[in-house]
Nanobody, 124 residues
Framework: QVQLVESGGGLVQEGGSLRLSCAAS????????MKWFRRAPGKERVFVAA????????YYTDSLKGRFTISGEYAKNTVYLQMNSLKPEDTAVYYC?????????????????WGQGTQVTVSS
């Protein structure tokens, strides 16, 4: 059974930082990709960042480049999302997701597996 377990969310003041973690188990992700999405209150879930297990290639939604960094600790099947200079508009539930295979056409919009999400709240 594939499991994605997020941690690291919480309440932070504007300008602060948080690091989210996603521990994956139950599947070999050697060819796949790990991702982060977020859903802000009243909005749709949107792509944030991704990292491929092979090559460690990273992808970001343009508006978050420079503030958010995705990284992977492959030996632990764990992916991180470092979030800096946080703004109130970053408030959202952040979801970890994973695909067995990296498909460039769809990785930003579809996922094979999802975590339960972790709440991030940025106060002004």
């Amino acid at each position: 059974q594939v499991q994605l377990v997020e941690s690291g969310g919480g309440l932070v003041q504007e300008g602060g930082s948080l690091r989210l973690s996603c521990a994956a188990s139950g599947l070999s992700f050697s060819r796949g990709v790990m991702k982060w999405f977020r859903r802000a209150p009243g909005k749709e879930r949107v792509f944030v960042a991704a990292i491929t297990w092979t090559g460690g290639n990273t992808y970001y939604t343009d508006s978050l480049k420079g503030r958010f960094t995705i990284s992977g600790e492959y030996a632990k099947n764990t992916v991180y999302l470092q979030m800096n200079s946080l703004k109130p508009e970053d408030t959202a539930v952040y979801y970890c997701a994973a695909d067995r295979d990296f498909i460039f056409r769809t990785f930003r919009t579809e996922s094979d597996y999802w975590g339960q999400g972790t709440q991030v709240t940025v106060s002004s």
